[in-house]
Structure formats: structure tokens, C-alpha cells
């Protein structure tokens, strides 16, 4: 009996039937196809008014991921092409922030690039927390696993690739805002575990020139160094067999972001101790019910469970070889998508502190439905489980 038959008996004994965990992989396709720019960019959310008229590069990224496992290469590639051509505009920006940078000049953090443009590839006018170098990486990495799984040839996207390069290469070690737009004093571990993947991609996957691609070979090692010296932390047990990654450098909490430093970015292999630990700390800390919140002191709407975070958490549980509790996580999942087949960011089933869900909708409105990035997670941990049968 194949692993896939029995992760689908094991779905239809939660409730999840197969006709409607079809439905949720084509509708979830469909919303992001369906919403997609003419010139390729993703929206984070066609309807949320924080989020339309935006692009980032990281949702975009896992986006482009979930698209590229459902078959989609059209649509993937349409994205990168419009990455490519944002980031090629920013060539000189980005060899100035490097020359004042070399220079010693302390640069404020609105000159640098932003983590958000808008469609037409411009930063935009509403004020933003913008400086966030995670997009960068992430972005790489995409492209590397993009063209690896389809035979695309990266090549013709090499101009913004450099670009984003060079200014990861340049900041990677700076204080910025990590995914979720704050506390940008920090240095963010799930920043540099997206960083590390980058310039992972970059050293194995011939994406640039040789000189670039040596020098990620150096900073790709600089980084997973960084990381384990500097955020592994010894957690409640204070003991070193307790040891797992900190939310940023510092720290004595978790992030579900962190797991990203597992699956998919390989900062940490997955059957190491400090990987487990890690895993074990975000459940421990941040799931319930299987899902998953950002972080303990989340207030945003409340805090509460986000689809993504608990698809990437089970991408974690499904790559370590535990289907069962990925599959569980899967069933949670489904069960918060609209009748239709709409998946939110987050839902307030379970918040941190559900006394500040209203100040947040009284600023922006409900919670952003549809999420794209949650659609994206849900066609990649489907996948993960075997369960793409039908592909684009």
C-alpha cells in the first residue's frame, strides 16, 4: 500500500473527503492564477486593504513554490519575470547602497529596497515597515527550486537575480524587520535562514557568474555559522540537549517561522537534534488544536492561528517522515477555508490576546481572505504528502 493511499485513508477518517480536498487543490490554484497580474506579480491579497495593490518578494516566493509543485511553470515563470524586471530597475540603487556602505556611511533604512513593490514595480506611497532582507533570499531559492524541478533555464532572469544578490550579500548581517514587519532592531533568525538558502541556490544551482557564485559558496557557510553560534539557545530545559533556535538574535523565545530554517531553507538537516528541538519547540509554544500562531506576544487581530504557519510546520513533520501528524495538520487546515473554497491569513478560533482583534479591524477590516502565500502552503504541503495527482 502506497504512502499516498494511506495519507488519503488517513484524511478521510478526519472528515476531510477526497472531494473536497480536490476541490480546495484546484480552488486554491485557480485563486492564484485567477488573481495574478498580467505582468506576473502576485498580490498578497486582492481584497485586504493593508495588502492590495502589493507584491512581496517572500509571499510571492512560497506562492511561486506551491505553483511550481501544482505544474504550473507558466505562471511561475510570469512571476520571476516580473521580479527580474523590478529588480533589474534597481541596478544602480543597489551599487550605491553598496559603495556608501563600504564607505562606513550609515544608511537609513528608508533609502534601502523595499520588501513590498507595487505591480508596476515601484516602492509605493503608503508608509511601510519596509527594509526586510528575507524577500531576497527567498526569492533565490525559488528560482533554484523552480528550474531545478522544471528544467527552466534560469538564465533569463540573471539581471535581477545579481541585484538581489548583491544587496543580500552586502546586508545580510544587518539589524531589519523580520517577516512579520517588526522589530526591526533585531536580527532575525528565519531572515538569515532565508539568506542562507539564497545563497545556497546561488552556489549549487549556476544561477549567476562564477565570481558570485564562489562568493556564495563563502557567505552560504558565513551564515549557517552565524546562526549556530549566535541563535541556538538552551530553551526551558537549560541543557544542551534541549537546544533550539531562537526568534531572533538574543532571544529566549520561538517563532513558527523558524521552522523555514528546516523545510524548506536547510540551515539545519532534518534529522538533526537541533531541528527536531526546534520543531518541537515552535509546537510546543505556538500550536494548538493544530494551529499554528506566530509568536507568544502576537497581537495582531488578536493572534491568532495562521494556515500558513501550520502548513509549513507540517511540511516539517511530513519531510522528517511523520505523515500522520502532517496529515493532521492538513485536516486543520481545510477545515478553516470558506465554503468556497477561500483560505484567510489567520483565523480567531484560538488568539493570543483576542482583546485586540477589534482595534485591528477597526484599522483595516477583517483579516485578509483570500491569502494567497495560504493557498501557496496548502499546494506545497499537499504535495509534500503526495497528494497532487492532478496537476496543471
Not at 538533526?272 to 499554528?292: K, M, W
Request: with cysteine; aromatic share 12%; glycine share 8%.
Amino acid at each position: 500500500m502506497s504512502s499516498t493511499f494511506h495519507v488519503r485513508d488517513h484524511l478521510r477518517a478526519r472528515g476531510l473527503t477526497d472531494e473536497r480536498l480536490e476541490f480546495l487543490i484546484q480552488h486554491s490554484a485557480e485563486v492564484i492564477r485567477g488573481f495574478q497580474e498580467p505582468n506576473g506579480a502576485y498580490p498578497a491579497s486582492p481584497t485586504f486593504s493593508a495588502y492590495k495593490g502589493y507584491s512581496w518578494l517572500r509571499d510571492g516566493s512560497f506562492i511561486a513554490e506551491g505553483m511550481s509543485r501544482f505544474g504550473d511553470v507558466d505562471s511561475v515563470n510570469g512571476f520571476h519575470d516580473w521580479v527580474n524586471t523590478t529588480l533589474s530597475a534597481r541596478r544602480e540603487q543597489v551599487d550605491a547602497l553598496v559603495v556608501r556602505h563600504q564607505a562606513g556611511e550609515d544608511i537609513p533604512l528608508a533609502d534601502m529596497l523595499p520588501t513590498r513593490f507595487t505591480f508596476d514595480g515601484a516602492d509605493g506611497s503608503d508608509p511601510w515597515w519596509d527594509f526586510q532582507t528575507d524577500g531576497y533570499g527567498m526569492w533565490l531559492w525559488q528560482v533554484g527550486e523552480h528550474a531545478s524541478r522544471h528544467r527552466v533555464d534560469p538564465a533569463q532572469w540573471e539581471a535581477g537575480m545579481a541585484v538581489a544578490f548583491d544587496f543580500a550579500a552586502e546586508f545580510w548581517n544587518m539589524n531589519c524587520y523580520d517577516w512579520w514587519e517588526e522589530h526591526s532592531e533585531a536580527v532575525h533568525t528565519s531572515t538569515l535562514g532565508a539568506l542562507f538558502a539564497g545563497f545556497t541556490a546561488v552556489s549549487r544551482g549556476n544561477l549567476l557568474d562564477d565570481e558570485r557564485t564562489s562568493r556564495a559558496v563563502g557567505l552560504a557557510t558565513q551564515v549557517r555559522e552565524f546562526i549556530l553560534a549566535k541563535a541556538v539557545i538552551s530553551g526551558r530545559a537549560k541543557d544542551a540537549s534541549a537546544q533550539h533556535l531562537s526568534k531572533w538574535i538574543g532571544a529566549d523565545t520561538v517563532d513558527a517561522s523558524l521552522a523555514a530554517c528546516v523545510v524548506p531553507f536547510g540551515v539545519l538537516g532534518v534529522d538533526s537534534v537541533l531541528a527536531a528541538n526546534t520543531i518541537n519547540a515552535v509546537e510546543r509554544d505556538l500550536s494548538v488544536y493544530g494551529g499554528v500562531h506566530r509568536f507568544r506576544a502576537d497581537v495582531f487581530f488578536g493572534g491568532g492561528q495562521w494556515l500558513l504557519l501550520s502548513c509549513l510546520v507540517a511540511w516539517n513533520k511530513a519531510a522528517s517522515g511523520d505523515l500522520e501528524s502532517a496529515a493532521d495538520y492538513l485536516v486543520w487546515v481545510a477545515s478553516q477555508a470558506l465554503e468556497n473554497g477561500d483560505m484567510p491569513e489567520q483565523v480567531n478560533t484560538h488568539m493570543n490576546y483576542p482583546e485586540h482583534e477589534e482595534e485591528w479591524i477597526q484599522k483595516w477590516g477583517p483579516a485578509a481572505t483570500p491569502l494567497l502565500w495560504s493557498h501557496g502552503m496548502f499546494l506545497t504541503l499537499a504535495d509534500s504528502l503526495g497528494l497532487l495527482e492532478t496537476k496543471a
